[in-house]
């Protein structure tokens, strides 16, 4: 039977001896957090003790990168006085079977027939299309888009509901102007409406300074419980904000229902982009469609003058929508009353039906309902 690639590198790592103590970096568990793609990149952390030789670290990366398989490498260097200092056995690195160093592998590199079957998703038919609204990175309007684009789709006739995912900061109930303990009727929970849609929020059941320092598992339940315990009637759309990142609101969604598509959301800066192609390629990786890339704020339109300006780049949204090969679905302008209506609980889309943002938020409200050519109910 073949090696996996994490049991060629401990393989490997095994071999690279410290002279100073005659120990191989593997046993000495000098060597901790292995972490590996299935592209082959590799990271890992190295502690090393102020006598050791500096050699040994250039002996690890040469080991590594002698490895089928192994198409990068990134050694991050400890002092391994950290570790002694720490207290309790919890601060150390727990050796696995037979003295092998703990390893934290990023993405599973074993072929898909080995790995453990994922939860078989939940078909809601009463949900419509299920949209998840995501980006890579926190700030560049995201939440902005999902409830524009909801209140857009209501407005074009369609029966839409929003759930809030994002667990750690919803905004939701803000933006959209509702804000209270929704009813529960037959052991269902009611969903609140406004401007047209449904909504339902984790910031309607828990006060307004309570952090949510919740794990995965806990996310799931939420998600899982908002699809299936809320009564949302009959929707076209089910649009869910979602957290930024490629956390475990997007794959316990994921697991819990089958998603029609996925709205990437960006700003035209090389920060922001990098973010969102890491956001896009998650939902790639686990079978969602991703419809294509929302650059937000890509002009600054001078209300004197006229004159647009980029104050974040230009062009960062098509460039990204060229290298996945997907399509740029729209540019939103940076425009003040966009925020001042996210605050007030007037979307855009309603309070200034005129501006540009507003025309081009419905302007993708239009394109995605074509896309997905959802039946008129």
């Not at 190295?46 to 990068?72: K, N």
């Not at 909504?199 to 794990?215: H, K, N, T, Y």
Request: charged share 20%.
């Amino acid at each position: 039977m073949s090696q996996t690639l994490q049991e060629r590198i401990q393989n490997a790592l095994g071999a690279v001896v410290n002279t100073r103590t005659g120990q191989n970096v593997i046993s000495a568990e000098q060597v901790r957090d292995i972490a590996t793609t299935l592209d082959g990149r590799v990271r890992l952390t190295m502690l090393l003790d102020a006598r050791d030789d500096a050699e040994l670290v250039r002996a690890v990366r040469h080991a590594l990168t002698g490895i089928a398989g192994v198409s990068d490498v990134k050694i991050d260097i400890r002092d391994a006085g950290e570790r002694a200092g720490a207290k309790g056995d919890a601060a150390r690195p727990t050796p696995g079977a037979g003295g092998v160093s703990r390893a934290l592998p990023v993405m599973d590199d074993r072929p898909a027939a080995a790995r453990p079957s994922a939860p078989t998703p939940v078909v809601y038919p009463n949900l419509g299309h299920v949209l998840a609204v995501s980006s890579g990175k926190g700030g560049v309007g995201k939440s902005t888009v999902a409830v524009n684009l909801a209140v857009a789709l209501a407005a074009q006739g369609r029966s839409v509901g929003v759930m809030d995912a994002d667990v750690y900061g919803p905004n939701v109930p803000r933006m959209l102007g509702v804000n209270a303990p929704p009813p529960v009727v037959n052991e269902k929970i009611l969903p609140l409406e406004a401007h047209g849609v449904k909504v339902i929020s984790l910031g309607f059941l828990i006060e307004r300074d309570q952090p949510a320092i919740w794990r995965g598992p806990i996310v799931m339940k939420i998600v899982t419980q908002f699809l299936r315990d809320v009564n949302w009637g009959v929707l076209d759309y089910l649009v869910v904000d979602m957290p930024p990142g490629t956390g475990d609101a997007q794959l316990s969604l994921r697991q819990a229902t089958e998603i029609a598509g996925a709205l990437i959301v960006t700003t035209p800066q090389d920060v922001a982009t990098g973010d969102a192609l890491r956001g896009a390629k998650m939902f790639m990786r686990v079978g969602v469609p991703v419809l294509g890339i929302v650059e937000n704020m890509s002009w600054f339109e001078c209300p004197h003058c006229g004159k647009p300006s980029s104050l974040f780049g230009s062009g960062g949204g098509q460039r990204l929508a060229d290298e996945l090969e997907i399509p740029l679905l729209g540019q939103i302008p940076l425009y003040p009353r966009v925020m001042e209506g996210g605050d007030s609980g007037r979307p855009i889309v309603v309070a200034d039906p005129g501006s540009a943002a507003a025309r081009a938020l419905t302007a993708l409200a239009v394109h995605v309902d074509q896309s997905l050519g959802a039946p008129r109910r």
